[in-house]
């Protein structure tokens, strides 16, 4: 019987242990910004992990073509472009769908089931691609819609509309994509908050939003 315990309270024993490392596995919180924009930095530095990684981001975004389209460019009118944004912007935005701060249910799953490479590597891959140059199909709209920018947006968005790792490049963005945010800013609905944006967009009067958009998604 004493023999039969100890065979016991050792497999026991051995089975805790076993399903620990497990445990702690399952529970680990998400990389924080700041692990994922060293993991970039490093990418950046070292040719070979950023080809490794592109390769692991280009693996991923096969998936995410169903929504955002092939290399990133989007078919689908209410869905970005993604394809030419920049990097650290990108990461951001991804943290942001992790933690909460910005909303969108199945956005958030798919992210937090990536691990820090493939991360860092779909916005490596999504970062090198190209949107392709539509001219605008109002030109006195668009005219427009550039004095507008120049007067405002042009600050955080930069001159050529490509933004920066802060601010999002809008250069070539969807016109429908571009409407509902900024009209969720305006609004503040949509799971999806900024103050600036907020300030600016309560400015903006229908119109102004229409030449602003056939501005940005001509650039």
Known sequence: MARYLRITLATLCLSVCVALPALAQSSKPPPTQTALSVRLAEARSNPALGE?????????????????????VSSKPDIPNLAGQNPGYLLGQIQKFADGRRRFEFMEGLIKAMST??????????????????????PTLAAQGKDYFNSSCFRCHGADGMGNETFARLA???????????????????????????????????????????Y????
């Open 117 to 138: 490479d493939e991360k860092v590597g779909i916005v490596l891959f999504y970062a090198s691609q190209t949107v392709p140059k539509k001219p605008a199909s109002n």
């Open 52 to 72: 490794s990684l592109f390769k692991t981001g280009r693996q991923v975004a096969s998936f995410c073509a169903n929504c955002h389209g092939e290399g990133g």
């Open 172 to 214: 070539g963005q969807r016109a429908d994509y571009l409407k509902t945010t900024l009209q969720h800013y305006k609004n503040a609905t949509g799971g999806r908050t900024d103050p600036l944006m907020a300030a600016n967009t309560k400015l903006m009067t229908d119109a102004n939003m229409d030449a602003v958009i056939a």
């Open 216 to 219: 940005i998604s001509s650039l």
